[in-house]
């Protein structure tokens, strides 16, 4: 029987769902629970008659300000947890290195009790049978959720119930340097609204020293396939077949098609005419071209923005805009990124369960993704948190902080938008990034280096549907 679809997923990384970690992850027996459903949701009274504290671990992937954020966020929890709950808060690394760890601790049966994954990393989890899902929790309390932000719920929901809570949500941006268009004569009121146009500008705001050796380019991203994914969802074209992967499981990737092979042949004429640099695959490659005030146009996610106004500082003023559409004739919008927060259930206490779900409710409220939103960038989870007073100062002084919300608000629900739901997804990321490269450092034609991509990966998307179907 196959498992239930999720409604909404994007396309983010995650790690393949082998058959043998399927086979690994399959068993939900009773944990730690003296007898009872590892897969349950214990009330709050486990917590009362524990004896002295309950200490549990918390994996994520936050690094820089959103690491520095975590850490406040779990020192705030713990404060006002009344010496019956602490949570240490575990660095593991990237988003695939943190799922592929996870992977690890299900085989060795030492799961930390809550773990941050990435978006599409979501397949996974349901599919491990090792988590509680959060409705569960949600129904033993009564806790309203109609305060989550709707597009991002249903993002991480199966069958109409949440799974797991949201918790860094991100939607991706145009971001500018605002005295670079200056210098230049433009306005930069008025972003591109469109490849084209930002292709034109990029042209206007490359600039040269006396010896011909560039000093500023127009444009920069990395080769990260999640931005081409948005691209895309902008243009109004599903990245897999199927329905994305929503009528039945995906049988093939799509970034071979006419939109992708342009995207990638738009990024090529920049490189090859001099006007965007080639900094490779690593988005902190990228990410440090632009910082360094080198760069004037870049796309990159909403999460990045507090770092990036900390580092322009005094040096020049960071802009955000929506995130461009492939034409003027896209009529789409971007897909919702970030990862959010599973609670373990196998091998974990009834203690260890609930002292998981009271910081996970904790790090839901209003005035907490308030604090989240200003100190990271990432679109607020909890719809409320726009109201606190903290997130109305901190977006009147900082209106950068608003596009994100904005676009987040103005995304029409649609196929293309919901991602591509693909168990092998890592797979295609890579893939396509592999397409991507191979036609802007020249080495095949646009529409030759993308079909090639596609073709690549057919095998895993094959080997993977046989496992699970």
Not at 218 to 233: D, P, S
Not at 289 to 296: L, P, S
Not at 417 to 425: E, N, P, Q
Request: neutral net charge; charged residues 20%; hydrophobic residues 40%.
């Amino acid at each position: 029987m196959r498992r239930p679809l999720l409604r909404r997923t994007t396309a983010t990384l995650v790690a393949l769902v082998t058959a043998a970690a399927l086979t690994a992850c399959g068993d939900s027996g009773s944990g730690t629970d003296g007898g009872g459903d590892a897969l349950d949701a214990p009330g709050a009274e486990v917590l009362e008659k524990a004896n002295g504290k309950t200490t549990i671990e918390f994996w994520h992937a936050m690094k820089g300000a959103n690491a520095t954020a975590v850490d406040q966020l779990v020192a705030d929890f713990n404060a006002q947890s009344g010496g019956k709950v602490e949570v240490r808060a575990v660095f593991q690394g990237s988003y695939d290195e943190t799922i592929a760890k996870y992977k690890a601790s299900v085989q060795q049966k030492s799961t930390p009790a809550l773990v941050q994954i990435y978006d599409i990393g979501s397949r996974f989890m349901v599919d491990s049978e090792q988590v509680v899902p959060m409705h569960r929790f949600i129904e033993k309390d009564g806790f309203n959720a109609a305060d989550i932000e709707p597009n991002i719920a249903s993002y991480y929901s199966v069958d109409g119930k949440l799974w797991s809570m949201p918790f860094n949500s991100s939607t991706p941006l145009l971001y500018l340097n605002k005295e670079a268009f200056e210098r230049a004569g433009l306005d930069p009121t008025k972003p591109p609204k469109d490849l084209t146009e930002l292709g034109e500008l990029a042209k206007k705001l490359t600039i040269k020293d006396a010896s011909g050796k560039t000093v500023q380019y127009g444009f920069n991203a990395a080769i990260y396939g999640w931005l081409l994914e948005q691209l895309l969802a902008t243009d109004g074209k599903e990245y897999c077949d199927n329905g994305n992967g929503r009528k039945g499981l995906a049988t093939k990737v799509q970034f071979d098609q006419e939109t992708a092979v342009r995207v990638a042949q738009w990024w090529t004429d920049l490189v090859k005419g001099g006007y965007a640099t080639n900094t490779g695959r690593k988005t902190d490659d990228a990410q440090a071209a632009f910082k360094a005030g080198t760069v004037a146009m870049h796309l990159e996610s909403t999460s990045v923005l507090r770092g990036y106004v900390d580092a322009a500082k005094g040096k020049f003023t960071v802009l955000t805009a929506p995130y461009p559409k492939v034409s003027s004739s896209s009529t789409g919008g971007p897909i919702i990124g970030g990862a959010s927060l599973w609670i373990n259930g196998v091998g974990h206490s009834a203690a260890e369960k609930r002292a998981a779900w009271e910081f996970v409710k904790f790090a839901s409220t209003p005035v907490q993704q308030a604090k989240w939103h200003t100190s990271t960038g990432y679109v607020p989870i909890n719809a409320k948190a726009l109201d606190e007073q903290i997130d109305k100062d901190w977006m009147a002084k900082f209106p950068q902080f608003r596009t994100a919300v904005d676009q987040l608000h103005a995304l029409p629900p649609s196929v293309a938008s919901a991602g591509c739901l693909l168990g092998v997804m890592p797979q295609a990321r890579k893939a396509s990034e592999d397409g991507l490269e191979a036609a802007i450092v020249g080495s095949k034609p646009a529409d030759q280096a993308m079909r090639d991509a596609a073709a690549s990966v057919q095998g895993a998307i094959d080997s993977y549907n046989k496992s699970v179907g």
